[in-house]
């Protein structure tokens, strides 16, 4: 099972908005809506910021939303601020045979 | 407040077996999957498998046949054992909760521990 194709690097300037997309196959993020999304500052531990493509757990910001259309999901932070500066990685189940497969890592840069 | 702690050995040898335990404290850990994940130096996340407090398990098919694990609900811990290691190896190893069911997403992380294989 390949893992998730995520572009290496996306930046933008306080205030704008940016998507980091998340492509996968029929095997996983086409065929079930068990999407999510991490934050990682350096040092840390992931943070789960978005489950089931667009669910926010309780405690993360409105800025971060989720989407899924066919075998791309996409995660969109609004209103950047310089503390969203970290790697975000999403993931989705694969089925009984997979389970999980991560994507490759996105690294955020607010200018 | 869930919390997980990881504990076990920094540096492992080559071809022998790595092993961590996962500590959880907050919340049982009863009814819940529990997993492992791991990160390569620079690298991405790979999941490597998960355990339910029942002991059945499930492990990445990359990794499968080198990956044992085990739950002691006495203690709030499981634990992970990595044979064979390489350096290739070498990662930060996260345990982690399952949210839901063995689908759900990864709610409650470790802070990591590395894991360094080296003669």
């Known amino acids: 099972q390949s893992a998730l194709t995520q572009p290496a690097s996306v930046s933008g300037s306080p205030g704008q908005s940016i998507t980091i997309s998340c492509t996968g196959t029929n095997s996983d993020v086409g065929s079930y809506d068990l999407v999510s999304w991490y934050q990682q500052h350096p040092g840390k531990a992931p943070k789960l910021i978005i489950y089931e493509v667009s669910k926010r757990p309780s405690g993360v910001s409105n800025r971060f939303s989720g989407s899924k259309s066919g075998n791309t999901a996409s995660l969109t932070i609004s209103g950047l601020q310089a503390e969203d500066e970290a790697d975000y990685y999403c993931?989705?189940?694969?089925?009984?045979?997979?389970?999980?497969?991560f994507g490759t890592g996105t690294k955020v840069t607010v200018l | 407040q869930v919390q997980l702690q990881e504990s076990g050995p920094g540096l492992v040898k080559p071809s022998e077996t790595l092993s961590l335990t996962c500590t959880v404290s907050g919340g049982s850990i009863r009814s819940y999957y529990w997993s492992w994940i791991r990160q390569s130096p620079g690298k991405g996340l790979e999941w490597i498998g998960y355990i339910y407090y029942s002991g059945s398990t499930k492990s990445n098919p990359s990794l499968k046949s080198r990956v044992t694990m085990s739950l002691d609900s006495s203690k709030n811990q499981f634990s992970l054992n990595l044979s064979s290691v390489t350096a290739a190896d070498t990662a930060v190893f996260y345990c982690a909760r399952v949210s839901d069911g063995d689908y759900g997403a990864f709610d409650y992380w470790g802070q990591g521990t590395l894991v360094t294989v080296s003669s």
């Open positions: 993931c989705s189940y694969a089925g009984r045979s997979t389970s999980y497969v």
